[in-house]
């Protein structure tokens, strides 16, 4: 269900296009990596995914389960929570890696956080924390980068900029471009495999944005 009402709410906020790297189906058991920029880029993402065949579990901030309605709908398909900050916080990792070994994809995002900016423009995305190196020690665990840029056109700023955005979003059609980067290979050690998976998923972002900026070109 949260896949499907992600392709909805895309559908009526903005215009998206979306590309990959490598052809055919994600396998079942991958870790997508994506990188966060506005409250918009979760359902930017999802149905972009499902767009591609997939619809992830994703592990997201534990407040959003408390919101009614949504609250509900996360637990019943299996999203994971992320108590960031408290003794809890591993448990995310260790549900994750079970939502893997049963052929789940898994949605994470690398840097844990959205930027504080009160801007609507792209930016690269912000270094990671080792959540996600750790998580790609899953045995069988390949991982693809996703980059993602126009969500910051639908939500972004203050609080009040957010509202405005998401409720005149429908009226403006901002154009979003969501890539898929092809399978990574990450060393060992957790430092590294960060700055390896950070680095594909800036490279992925950077094609999103390039995307972005044709799509508008070609519309024009």
């Known amino acids: 269900m949260i896949s499907r009402i992600a392709t909805t709410l895309a559908q009526v906020f903005g215009r998206m296009t979306v590309t990959a790297d490598a052809a055919g189906p994600i396998a079942g058991g991958t870790v997508l990596v994506a990188n966060h920029t506005s409250l918009a880029d979760p359902v930017v993402v999802v149905a972009a995914l499902r767009r591609l065949g997939v619809e992830p579990v994703v592990m997201a901030a534990a407040g959003l389960w408390r919101v009614p309605v949504l609250g509900g709908a996360l637990a019943r398909e299996g999203h994971i929570p992320v108590r960031r900050g408290t003794s809890r916080a591993a448990e995310a990792l260790d549900a994750a890696a079970g ?66 955005g998401v409720l005149t979003a429908p009226a403006r059609r901002p154009r979003v471009h969501v890539h898929v980067g092809a399978p990574l290979i990450l060393p060992e050690h957790l430092a590294e495999a960060t700055a390896v998976a950070h680095g594909a998923v800036t490279a992925a972002w950077w094609t999103a944005v390039t995307g972005l900026r044709g799509s508008r070109t070609d519309r024009a």
């Open 99 to 164: 939502a893997l070994a049963a052929g789940r994809c898994v949605l994470i995002y690398g840097e844990g956080a959205i930027p504080v900016r009160r801007d609507s423009g792209e930016a690269a995305p912000l270094p990671f924390r080792s959540g996600l190196a750790r998580l790609a020690r899953t045995p069988g665990a390949p991982v693809r980068p996703v980059g993602q840029a126009g969500a910051r056109r639908i939500s972004s700023g203050t609080t009040a900029k957010q509202i405005a």
